[in-house]
């Protein structure tokens, strides 16, 4: 399974100069499948450069969306398969107990805030929310599980040939949790990261900032590290920056976390444009 980040940021895309070592496209990870299935994990607005890499006719794609907060989804518009009639794309994601995905979908796909309708996207395009007992990907497991965040929003844990991906961008895990102590049944999207050769997790915050947005659904680095030592991943990378850490604040922030990992696996901040091999 070969992984891109092509989106790191969180809350809205920056283009400071200072913050282009990291980069400021909003969440978007692409998943190359060594069966051949081709997964975006959500629509951010890195997903705009993804689409330009892609062959409409290479086969179907599967956009995997955590929730449908702009910064997840802005990008849907710019992704160019959807306006090619010859592009199959399944677009997933939490699912509601009163509306269903294309609906939802439809306020941001719209007059006023879109030039474009949903109803007109060129390409085959179908919707769908998850399905609660996990669904398959050409050799690929997925499974989506609810995590705490605010309004629905799921996780993923991706798994074909003993590669593990678990994407939990928007989470925070902490709330109200002990995350050394407590039974791994009590904390939330623990079943999704465990054992993971790749977890990607919201790391956004430091302490100080998250004094003051306790609940607001997003992880300190603190807390981050805790949760992925206690899922036993091979390799962490933190993701969902801050908008406002530049690269040197970042930079901070990863050489401070990597004193503090005593975990056995890896640690990383996400860059966009890196690949990884799982």
Known sequence: ?????WGVRGSVP???EGSLGYGGNT?????ELAGGGRVVL???????ALGKT???TAGPIHILLTHLHLDH???LLFFAPLFDPRAEVTVWG???????LRKRLARYLSTPLSPVEIRDLPANVCFRSCEPDGWRIGDAKITAEPVIHRGPTVGYRIVEDGAVLAYIPDHEPALGQDLARDPPGWISGHCLASDASLLIHDGQYTDQEYASTIGWGHSRVRDALAYGKR???RRVALFHHDPTHDDATLDALAEEAQADWNGDGELMFAREGTELEL
């Open 1 to 5: 399974m070969n992984v891109r980040f």
């Open 14 to 16: 920056v283009a400071d």
């Open 27 to 31: 969440s978007c990870v692409s998943a």
């Open 42 to 48: 959500d629509a951010g607005t890195g997903i705009r």
């Open 54 to 56: 892609i062959d409409p």
């Open 73 to 75: 989804i802005s990008g």
């Open 94 to 100: 939490p699912p509601h107990p009163s509306e269903d």
């Open 231 to 233: 899922a036993d991943a």
